[in-house]
């Protein structure tokens, strides 16, 4: 369950049996990025308008997609008039996490693929030109 209250503009939040506690400014919960999956190096992929928030919190450890859901509700119920791209967050928070694990994967595995193979496989993966 996503525990969350807002004490002196501050969102407090966590989640039950996560290691999971943070404290947000509510004015910021509406902030956008552009972000990008992959490593400096690389081109990546570039994902416009997206939760910095949404995307801070849940593409360290991989999340229920539920508690996803709660914490972009509570953002549009605090910050209604925000810019963020929903559907380009969610997305976002996906691939990224592809990307964590295929990362991981490939410090063990017996053939390395390069950056920009795991960069295309998730292009080609999600759809994305």
Sequence with gaps: MMKHSIKEDVLHLSIDKKDFSYRIPVKKLGNSIDWKVGNKESKGI?????????????????????????????????????????????LAVNIQNNYNWLVEKNKTAEEKLSEEEIILSLKKKYKID
């Design 46 to 90: 570039i994902i416009k308008n997206v939760s910095t928030w949404t995307l801070q919190l849940f593409t360290k450890k991989v999340t229920e997609d539920k508690y996803i859901k709660q914490f972009v509700k509570l953002i549009q119920d605090q910050s209604p008039k925000n810019n963020i791209n929903w559907d380009d967050t969610l």
